[in-house]
């Protein structure tokens, strides 16, 4: 029986962050996986880390980017950028499910012009967002 799908490419043991969050797309540019690392928002297995951090098969890596948190188990290391259908085959990913914007409830918007809010448009802005769910 034959595999259809692309083989993977042969890798190293380990390599950088930034390079493995670039190859399998889960960041736009390798720059940008860089500056999430040094902003804090990457984590190998629960710990902090640096752009020039390896990263090994097995690895649990926690990323926020874009307002979402991604949390994925390494199981193939790449370098290169690929395409898309291999990149995903290089991770299994665990992220919990986003709720929809439905979910999130009604969104208040005001007229465009109205200006400011008056204290009695204020007021009845506060009472309508005490009545939402706080669940979300």
């Not at 690895?59 to 290391?77: A, M, N, Q, W, Y």
């Not at 400011?116 to 009845?124: G, L, N, S, V």
Request: charged fraction near 30%; aromatic fraction near 2%; proline fraction near 8%.
């Amino acid at each position: 029986m034959s595999d259809s799908r692309p083989a993977l490419p042969n890798g190293p043991d380990s390599t950088r962050i930034d390079r493995w969050l670039w190859a399998v797309r889960l960041t736009k540019t390798r720059s940008e996986a860089a500056q999430a690392c040094r902003g804090g928002h990457v984590r190998i297995n629960g710990r902090s880390a640096k752009p020039a951090t390896g990263v090994k098969v097995g690895d649990e890596i926690r990323v926020r980017l874009h307002g979402t948190t991604r949390l994925v188990d390494v199981s193939h290391i790449i370098v290169k950028r690929v395409g898309a259908p291999i990149a995903v085959r290089c991770y299994v990913d665990r992220s919990p499910v986003q709720p929809g914007p439905e979910a999130r409830g009604p969104v208040l918007k005001r007229d465009r012009g109205a200006g400011r809010p008056t204290k009695r448009d204020r007021r009845q802005l506060e009472k309508l967002r005490a009545e939402l769910p706080t669940e979300l």
